[in-house]
């Protein structure tokens, strides 16, 4: 089905899409190489995520259907089975981009789907609606003592015939190495920092089969393959399950990274029975962002955001700089107000960014207008210029008009949140303020859905706990609202992820606020 605004997974697709540039969100920055390792010797981000996602999957069982990627790999960290500080480092990077509506789970799939990219492997795609365990599940990861036996079956409870474990085996071991401080007996040295890579030279920093060749040409770094205690050699085992058919076949570099794109999808997609996972997230060509839409002390509504074209290549649009937006709104009774809306491309970064590998590319069109508060709006259509032909295209959010809802408006300026160090928790302690303007004549409960993050004691991520608070009038009207507030809302310091919606009646009016951007903020006169 096309795209409608807003979608369900409108924040994994900007979490996906945009790392670099213009409004970027940046989950590449912890694997801004495939090598890369932000200073800590021995450790290569893109190769310990993906050791997470396959530790938090090897304990899927494909009879009960629980298990797979659920995150539930947070709460075993101190298991025997999942030695080193690789999947706690992993969450510790996911958890700057936690959200409701970015669960662990989702986001160590994208974790996966971004290492692929960042270590020239082939795209997989990111299908989203994961939901976090809450608690521990099963054990049974795969250890290198255990026998080819015990492998096999663990392999096949996962839902991996023998075939594609040797081939998921062979596709993860194109990463990282062992650690001496994980592996000693492997290693035969536990010094700081000390890895014995898979792979020799720099191919471990490349998602590439040599894994594979160096296994067949009998010279192999692979510590798992030719480790000096053959208990512990469980590649060579996995490796020579089938006669070393499949292995034969992996040394064909294309082959090698078509079967990794498909194991490694499956692993990714590995999830428990009750899951539905949504089609794989596309590139959205068109997108609008609303950014401001707030009454301001001239009575008028303040109305700003940006519109997001995909251009170059596997675009609608070829070219960025061929393209000029602007925008057409009705009016809150559903009139069309002739006046258009001019938007410009901004200076910062050209207004352009790029996904994972440059593999795609978006350009912004910034928008900053005022609306009549009595007229108000209630949905735009995007008209999109060829510049050098002169020909316009209308997006009207697949014949929906790009909705907008005026009755309730969350008055960003006049919300604040402040932090104060607590010196007995040592902890900051918050306080937040948020306000919000209500049509007069649409008079309800007015209700703040805050969800909270309550701090599980030794998991990196937290808790998601909704609050309800109700807003209280202040007395203040203006342009045909009434000013409400939620104030001295206590808050932690771990905020960076929560969000807010505010509901009028039964209706959801504003949702999926961040509540990172006040952080700070004075609360400003209206
Ligand atoms: C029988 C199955 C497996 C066994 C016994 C096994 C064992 C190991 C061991 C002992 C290490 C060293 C960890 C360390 O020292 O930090 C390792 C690393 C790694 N494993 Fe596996 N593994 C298996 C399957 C897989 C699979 C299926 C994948 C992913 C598809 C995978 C991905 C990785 C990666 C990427 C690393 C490197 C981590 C780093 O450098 O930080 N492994 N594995």
Redesign the pocket.
Known sequence: ADYVWPGEHDHMEDLYMLQSGFSRFGFIDGILTCGFNQGVP???N??????T???DM?TYDTDTGLGGIDASIMFETNREEN??T?FDNTFGHLASFYSVKSGGADLLALAVVGSMAACNGYEIPLRVGRVDATEAGQAG????Q?DLAT?TE??KKQGFNQTE?IE??A?????????????PE??HDNTTGQ?S??EYGDS?AEFDNTVVTEYLSGNTSNL?VAGTNDT?N??KR?FSADGNATMEKLADTKYFQTRCQD??TK?IDTVPKDIVLSEPLKAIEVKPYINLLALNSNSTIDFSGYVRVRYGKGAVHPSADDLSAFLTYKDRSGKNVTEPITTTRPNWQSGTATGFGGGYSFVFFEWTTQIDADAGISGFHIHLTTTSTGTTEVYDNVGNTYPVKDTVLYQMKQSCSLYVLNSTTNAYDGQMTITAAVRSDSVADLNMHFASKVARPGVILGRFETQVEPFVATGKSMAGYDLYKVDGMPINSDSGSTSFDISLGDEMAVEFVRTTALTGQECAEL
């Open positions: 021995g450790r290569q893109a190769a310990e995520w993906i050791r996602a396959y530790h090897a030695k080193g690789a990861v795969p250890e290198p255990q492998h663990k392999f474990m998921l085996v596709c993860g071991h194109t990463l990282g190495g062992v650690h001496g401080a994980n592996f492997i290693t890895v890579h898979f471990n798992l512990l469980s590649d996995i194991v490694m692993m």
